[in-house]
């Protein structure tokens, strides 16, 4: 966690979000976890292990219906909330936001019911993402097994954009130097993880453009 980035984010979940939410952050230092008492926000002290683990263990302890995966370099649109789950209640498991940072979906909401009947990867349950992985690859592994059960939609309207370094928003600093180290560690965990879905059903074939703005399939 990025302790600069913590109140510019509330200001501005809080702005563009009039549907209903909780905002959690999962800390690792005093400034966050001081930062997040003071912009009245819930958070998590943990320190170690993966993102995916950290991530996981938040999931077990919320009782909200579904859980908005991302880290602190995002800004949120106006609405993206209720326009992602207007598409939720038709797939009831994952959906993709607009990432203008790439033109696809990177980041997601998830269904924690679909979570704790199917789980977000096809050996672990319970999970919302494999563990085993740093930090890249995780999500993929999450939209390919929903898309492979066919619980995943992507959401145009519902747009967030990546604050990354990478299109030139904001430095680089120790945390993105840090993901990009374990880069190839990440990607040969995933190759060996692919023959996985040889065991699921094949992927839809469709792929409609719904009036509203979202691709299903």
């Given at each position: 966690?990025?302790?600069?980035?913590?109140?510019?984010?509330?200001?501005?979940?809080?702005?563009?979000?009039?549907?209903?939410?909780?905002?959690?952050?999962v800390?690792?230092?005093?400034?966050s976890?001081?930062?997040?008492?003071?912009?009245n926000?819930?958070?998590?002290?943990?320190?170690?292990?993966?993102?995916g683990?950290?991530?996981?263990?938040?999931?077990?302890?919320?009782?909200?219906?579904?859980i908005?995966?991302?880290?602190?370099?995002?800004?949120?649109?106006?609405?993206w909330?209720?326009?992602?789950?207007?598409?939720?209640?038709?797939?009831?498991?994952?959906?993709?936001?607009?990432?203008?940072?790439?033109?696809?979906g990177?980041?997601?909401?998830?269904?924690?019911?679909?979570?704790?009947?199917?789980?977000?990867?096809?050996?672990?349950?319970?999970?919302?993402?494999?563990?085993?992985?740093?930090h890249?690859?995780?999500?993929?592994?999450?939209?390919?097994?929903?898309?492979?059960?066919?619980?995943f939609?992507?959401?145009?309207?519902?747009?967030?954009e990546?604050?990354?370094?990478?299109?030139g928003?904001?430095?680089?600093?120790?945390?993105?130097?840090?993901?990009?180290?374990?880069?190839d560690?990440?990607?040969?965990?995933?190759?060996?993880?692919?023959?996985?879905?040889?065991?699921?059903?094949?992927?839809?074939?469709?792929?409609?453009?719904?009036?509203?703005?979202?691709?299903?399939?």
């Amino acid at each position: 966690m990025r302790p600069h980035c913590i109140v510019p984010l509330v200001e501005n979940i809080r702005q563009v979000t009039p549907t209903p939410h909780r905002i959690i952050f999962v800390v690792g230092d005093d400034e966050s976890e001081a930062l997040c008492v003071k912009a009245n926000v819930d958070f998590y002290r943990d320190e170690g292990d993966t993102w995916g683990h950290r991530l996981n263990r938040v999931a077990q302890d919320i009782e909200e219906p579904y859980i908005f995966c991302g880290a602190e370099d995002v800004r949120f649109y106006q609405n993206w909330l209720h326009h992602t789950l207007q598409v939720m209640r038709q797939v009831d498991g994952v959906v993709s936001v607009n990432d203008v940072l790439t033109g696809e979906g990177t980041l997601a909401l998830v269904s924690m019911r679909y979570i704790r009947e199917e789980s977000g990867c096809v050996d672990t349950p319970n999970v919302i993402i494999y563990p085993g992985y740093h930090h890249n690859f995780s999500e993929r592994e999450l939209f390919l097994t929903a898309q492979r059960r066919n619980r995943f939609a992507y959401c145009a309207q519902a747009v967030v954009e990546h604050l990354h370094w990478l299109n030139g928003k904001v430095p680089t600093d120790d945390v993105y130097v840090l993901g990009q180290s374990t880069w190839d560690l990440d990607m040969a965990m995933h190759l060996s993880r692919l023959r996985l879905w040889e065991a699921l059903p094949p992927p839809p074939t469709r792929d409609i453009i719904i009036n509203d703005g979202w691709r299903h399939g």
